[in-house]
Nanobody
Framework: VQLQASGGGLVQAGGSLRLSCAASGGSFSSYAMGWFRQGPGKEREFVAAINWSGASIGYADSVKGRFTISRDKAKNTVYLQMNNLKPEDTAGYYC?????????????????????WGQGTQVTVSS
């Protein structure tokens, strides 16, 4: 499956952004979907994931309560709604796919679990 991420930008601390990731070339409902991020000088880290049906979701502790992952089957798209953004959220955000129809999502994902990556979209949060 091919992934195309969009929606990044520059926002002030406390603001919101919604990232989108459109999937093509595969059966969207056969994949769990997730988001990772990579800040300057940092390793890529897991952010959130959602299983194939949308019934099971998991978040990294650093974003729990502020970020919401969701998916739209009709649009073959996964979203990451980011609220109350902080300067430490500044990073390139990457959507990711993992083939499988597990009923329960297991987190955190490692990069080794990812089948396909989107190209990344930059989020910059100013203080």
């Amino acid at each position: 499956v091919q992934l195309q991420a969009s929606g990044g930008g520059l926002v002030q601390a406390g603001g919101s952004l919604r990232l989108s990731c459109a999937a093509s070339g595969g059966s969207f409902s056969s994949y769990a979907m997730g988001w990772f991020r990579q800040g300057p000088g940092k390793e890529r880290e897991f952010v959130a994931a959602i299983n194939w049906s949308g019934a099971s979701i998991g978040y990294a502790d650093s974003v729990k309560g502020r970020f919401t992952i969701s998916r739209d089957k009709a649009k073959n798209t996964v979203y990451l709604q980011m609220n109350n953004l902080k300067p430490e959220d500044t990073a390139g955000y990457y959507c990711a796919s993992n083939f499988g129809r597990s009923s329960a999502i297991r987190i955190p994902w490692s990069a080794a679990q990812v089948d396909s990556w989107g190209q990344g979209t930059q989020v910059t949060v100013s203080s």
